[in-house]
């Protein structure tokens, strides 16, 4: 069993960064592929960034060349670094973690809002 917890959400500017955290509990996180979601209001949850246990990584469109996922399997956590943020990045952000064969995991979700 996977638990999942973010941190690191909040208000900035348009132009800030914000950098998210999602820590996991267990033994097995090196063995997750781990995303990020997000979902504003009124939208459907979007993938914005995963990352394979073997560190290859893909990012939608819209954030390519401003966000960066990132993993530390010794600190069981992956990273979402957040820069160039826009009006509409502001969502709740969660984390996934996913193994074929095995229950999807989340986390609770945090919320990002970028004011203009």
């Known amino acids: 069993q996977v638990q999942l917890v973010e941190s690191g959400g909040g208000s900035v500017q348009a132009g800030g960064s914000l950098r998210l955290s999602c820590a996991a509990s267990?033994?097995?996180?090196?063995?997750?592929?781990m995303g990020w979601y997000r979902q504003a209001p009124g939208k459907e949850r979007e993938l914005v960034a995963s990352i394979t246990i073997s560190g290859m990584t893909t990012y939608a469109s819209s954030v390519k060349g401003r966000f960066t996922i990132s993993r530390d399997n010794a600190k069981n956590t992956v990273y979402l670094q957040m820069n160039s943020l826009k009006p509409e990045d502001t969502a709740v952000y969660s984390c996934?973690?996913?193994?074929?064969?095995?229950?999807?995991?989340w986390g609770q979700g945090t919320q990002v809002t970028v004011s203009s």
């Open positions: 996934n973690a996913y193994r074929l064969g095995y229950v999807n995991h």
């Open positions: 267990g033994r097995t996180f090196s063995s997750y592929a």
